[in-house]
């Protein structure tokens, strides 16, 4: 039987495809709620149609059997999953596929494929599943390298130690969420960590790009949930001791956490894990103010409460999921244990978002609630609909942050509008921007922005970099990170480099070169490149 | 009125000294408890019994305003409060006092003495309070340097803004525990971050040593407490951007976080705040097996109820802070909250508790525990009793650390027994070792060791610095770290080598060439200084 195959430009497996009459409903549902116009379906690449430069090198013969020149392997490594890589894939250019691709079945193949990447001048770009929505996987690393090499990690996909005692586990890095879990069930334990990217994604890079997981408070950042993780860079292999906690200098485990490849290869991590949870409460409630929601969320914020899930949706994000007429602003609150009933905190929680205005939406049911639900179904829904949507020419992308609660307001207005006035400029119609809070901190909100808009057919990326530049400079300007949980990649680095402090770049770009003196590590990714 | 100075020599201020006979009472009391030998009272130091060389070097004229040569500041600036530390301090060795004292008022002055020091190479320390107990200021630094300027924060002791809305706050790094919860108060907001030595320590120097607060479990490293921090470091000032949470890269705050003082100097931090709990429960409990109550600990740490407090103490070590006759085990649960009544989450901590065979020490009143509040008073008399046992004789030493559930049954008993057999080799006496747990983690506790033994009149340091090596060995050898909270400094400097990765140490190096590029900030401490 064939090996079901990831789609070489888009989201999922080939399988998981959406068919041009159920792309033109979700684009033509979309641009009825946004205002934006549907062209003509444009249909995804296939491999016949793509066109590979030959590869600029091969792998020597004692590694030959690692690695790939297949036309398939090369263009699946081209892109991530962001709205200029699929410009891109649907324009049939993959011009940045990498050279080579390898498949190390083990550190020591690793180890060999740096080696000799690091002899022959090759950079070597560190891939997880390619979920990435910010050019963090995409071999685009100028011309100072002879040629590059994408390393897929899938091949370290094994859970090699359990420790139910201690909650926690050894686990490979090139693991895909769902493997993961499955490998953890019969110990009936779970990592549960679940990104919107969870099926598609693996423990190494979530530990690289510090992901985010579903729970909206406390222990959700894969941060939290690393006990120690194992790196092979090009001076060595590096691996932090396994602790519950160390006040031993600087985290060595914070500086490989969001190091985005470009450190070192993540291939091993203890992981933090927690039994299943068999209590439940989850109730919608609707605010007619979005700010006055956002104080609901406040007050349940640093109530100690801890909710599983604490999310704002805005009205318009809610009816372009299907719920509710726009007018309204949703907040879902709820909570799960393994341990206890959750009665007490649910309730607590509910007053402090009647205090602030709340009206529940729907009924709970048997711990669970429709309306949540339902907002939880388009969510796991959303990266296969907005194929639907791109492919009929509707430009589609997102991009998240995070402020302190005094500077919200201001923020999410400036923001917003920045991005609706960059929208209206760069391509003559009005755009459609939404937001939500992904995450919950005591002192600030994760806000996660939305647009959809009308580009120029043949305009679309020189458009989009245009609104990503407005939204990313007003989003900078005004105080926030220029990425929550998203990463930094190559699409981000302008900001990057605003935000971050420059002496920290100079000890990072330092930490760079003890760790990789040849910079071959995903170039031009957190540490700008040197100009050759 | 005369400023209430601190001792030079050890904890607190120069009127809270144990007299003779109250020293008398409480070394006899120990030494009961303990098996240890009471020798004649030895007299702390006074000023005029303490010789300093002359400065190597004088602060030139602009400066000279911000820096002192006293012998009182000289001394007061040599040691912390580690045993070693008072077994100079009472043989009248000050021999490592620094040349200098400085007391900047502002970053502007730390730019300046920072700018001379690189020039005249002068090795700089930086100075909170001097609560180190791992010779983390000690000015010891080789003979690479000219001199050596020990310099003093208490000057930047402000709360600069507060924003309660966030609950958050821009505070200054040199301000002392109390002042810091005194400038708080009007807000209705506090830091709650009670170290030990919170009335003896600052801002700053949790920050730099990533200091535990008094919190069990959640949020109660400063670590997680840090919004974003303020840096001044021989290349330059840097200061990351204020954010409730970020994915831009390896976190720039975690790499000054625990830095000791070798990167740079913190001058301000944004911290956050929390409202003053309303809601109060506590308990104490005994258990008849220590790791019988280890197994109810990890049952309440791993049901995601995080308590304010959740310890273990053994008997011997109840025995010793006057609580019970030291066969049974105490366990304190409590939890607190402004928000809501914590009944709930109490009732299903005691559940855990009397599930594992725990059984419930005296009675609880007004939300407070009578055991428990025993066990805090001597918490906090601790250090001061210390003295009055070290002043006659009795060797008296501490150490931290933190290690995975599955391996804590043997860790605790090899580094307990590790430890007697060390103190039994070296003196010739048995010694006294106990142990509690000061922290909880899902995935484990962190275990603070306490012993008492009886030295050689006259070889206390050799006999020290010999039991040290035995238990730290012993620990690094079980998995443990070599610290959880009391930080690396000169002490640690050989176990630390051992436990973090080598190429993180390369990375740290590298990082700190970057911003201390003469090495003069607290050398010796974190990075090895170079072999000159």
């Known amino acids: 039987m064939a090996e079901r195959r990831l789609k070489f430009w888009g989201w999922g497996y080939e399988d998981q495809q959406l068919g041009e009459a159920e792309a033109a409903k979700v684009a033509r549902f979309v641009a009825g709620r946004t205002g934006t116009t549907v062209h003509a379906y444009r249909a995804p690449p296939t491999l016949d149609e793509i066109r590979l430069t030959p590869p600029r090198i091969g792998a020597p013969a004692k590694l030959g059997a690692l690695v790939s020149t297949s036309a398939y392997d090369r263009a699946a490594h081209c892109y991530g999953k962001s709205y200029p890589d699929y410009i891109r894939a649907f324009a049939r250019d993959f011009s940045n596929a990498p050279d080579l691709v390898a498949f190390p079945e083990n550190e020591t193949d690793i180890i060999a494929l740096l080696d000799w990447a690091g002899g022959a001048n090759v950079a070597v770009i560190p891939f997880g599943a390619g979920s990435s929505v910010v050019g963090g996987i995409e071999p685009k690393v100028g011309h100072g390298f002879r040629a590059t090499l994408s390393l897929d990690l899938r091949k370290l996909g094994r859970v090699r130690e359990i420790d139910v005692t201690s909650r926690a586990a050894r686990i490979e890095a090139g693991v895909y969420g769902p493997s993961l879990e499955a490998q953890l069930k019969s110990s009936g334990l779970t990592l549960r960590h679940f990104p919107q990217s969870f099926e598609f994604s693996t423990l190494g890079g979530w530990i690289a790009t510090r992901s985010g997981g579903h729970f909206a408070t406390l222990y959700t950042h894969i941060d939290e949930l690393v006990e120690s993780v194992r790196t092979v860079t090009p001076s060595g292999v590096m691996e932090s001791r396994r602790l519950p906690g160390s006040g031993a200098g600087p985290s060595p485990d914070r500086l490989i956490i969001g190091s985005e490849g470009a450190l070192g290869i993540i291939v091993e991590a203890w992981v933090k894990l927690q039994a299943k949870p068999r209590h439940r409460a ?108 791109i492919s009929h020419g509707i430009m589609h992308d997102t991009f998240e942050t995070a402020i302190t609660w005094e500077r919200l307001h201001d923020f999410h207005a400036v923001v917003k509008s920045a991005t609706e006035r960059a929208i209206h400029v760069v391509t003559g119609r009005a755009g459609h921007v939404t937001c939500r809070f992904t995450h919950l901190y005591p002192d600030g909100p994760a806000p996660y922005f939305t647009y959809h808009a009308s580009p120029t057919p043949g305009r679309e990326l020189e458009q989009w970099q245009a609104i990503k530049m407005a939204a990313s400079e007003a989003l900078i300007a005004a105080g926030g990170t220029i990425t929550h949980h998203h990463a930094v990649g190559r699409d981000h680095m302008p900001w990057y480099l605003k935000q971050r402090p420059a002496l920290f770049g100079a000890a990072l770009e330092a930490a760079k070169r003890a760790l990789d003196p040849k910079g071959i590590l995903n170039p031009g990714v957190l540490v700008p490149a040197p100009t050759a």
């Open 282 to 389: 989850s109730q919608a409630f609707w605010f007619d103010d979005f700010y006055r929601a956002a104080e609901a969320l406040r007050a349940v914020s640093q109530a100690g409460l801890y909710p599983s899930n604490a999310r704002l949706v805005d009205g318009e994000e809610c009816a372009l999921a299907g719920i509710g007429e726009g007018k309204r602003h949703m907040v879902v609150l709820a909570f799960e244990s393994a341990d206890h009933a959750v009665e007490a905190w649910m309730a607590r929680g509910i007053e402090c978002l009647r205090d602030h205005g709340g009206a529940p939406a729907g009924s709970p049911k048997g711990g669970r609630d429709e309306t949540a639900d339902a907002w939880r179904e388009a969510f796991i829904r959303g990266p296969f609909n907005r194929e639907g949507v």
